[in-house]
């Protein structure tokens, strides 16, 4: 791990303008598994964003069916940006194209200021909690209860190069929800770092067969494994697109 920066170093801002600086493949993939795989849920759900960033993009869908939302991440600074965000400072990023496009994915025809902002203010009443997390202590959060629904984005295979590690990730995020909950991650395709700026983190090499074998291996219904990708929204990244799986627990 020597080559790679340690997430103490992590610029929340730096990431935000690499990654989400546009909405383009990458965002638009995620966005889209994300409406969907809410859709199919009843309102009131309890939902985990494990690993979140200094990123709104889970929160923004979840917030159309959450009675609650748990956000949690490692990196102080990056809780330090949602923090700001839910009491109304929103110049660290604007989020209002991801939120309209959110919106326009859920059917909501040309959604305008009004639209944007009372999903915003819906995602402000849903936060419950801002908290660090820690994959490799078990629990990797404290929690009072299991969830409905666990989101991970770009987090389980983003401090790791070991695939087996990863595996474990999986595992112990996994103890976190409810029989019968939903998991859903988003992860790298075929890239064994990520980099920008002039810092790099590690990642687990991973391609699109890898999402449904991690699932079943570490005890997910296999008939609910539901996987899709989208191709890297720039060339010159360095992998080769995004997957995103789900998946739910045994009742």
């Known amino acids: 791990m020597s080559d790679f920066a340690v997430y103490e170093a992590f610029r929340p801002r730096d990431y935000l303008q690499s990654y989400y600086g546009e909405l383009k493949s990458e965002a638009e993939g995620l966005l889209r598994f994300l409406v969907e795989s809410f859709a199919a849920l009843p309102g009131g759900v309890s939902v985990l964003e494990f690993g979140g960033g200094p990123t709104l993009i889970g929160m923004i869908p979840a917030a159309r069916r959450a009675g609650k939302i748990h956000f949690c991440d490692y990196v102080k600074e990056n809780r330090q940006v949602i923090d700001h965000w ?149 060339g010159d990244r360095e992998y080769r697109g995004v997957l995103f799986g789900s998946a739910t627990t045994a009742i």
């Open 86 to 234: 839910l009491v109304g400072d929103e110049s660290d990023f604007d989020w209002s194209p991801f939120i309209a496009r959110c919106l326009e994915l859920e059917g909501v025809r040309s959604p305008g200021r009004e639209e944007i902002a009372a999903r915003a203010e819906r995602i402000r009443d849903a936060v419950t909690r801002v908290t660090t997390c820690d994959i490799y202590q078990s629990p990797p959060v404290a929690a009072k209860d299991q969830f409905d629904v666990i989101v991970t984005n770009y987090c389980l295979d983003a401090v790791t190069n070991d695939k087996d590690e990863w595996y474990a990730h999986i595992r112990n995020v996994k103890s976190l929800l409810r029989p019968g909950g939903l998991f859903i991650m988003s992860s790298l395709e075929e890239g064994k770092y990520s980099d920008f700026g002039e810092t790099r983190y590690p990642n687990v090499y991973l391609v699109e067969e890898d999402i449904p074998a991690a699932l079943r291996a570490c005890g997910f219904d296999e008939p609910s494994i539901r996987v899709a990708r989208a191709d890297a929204d720039h």
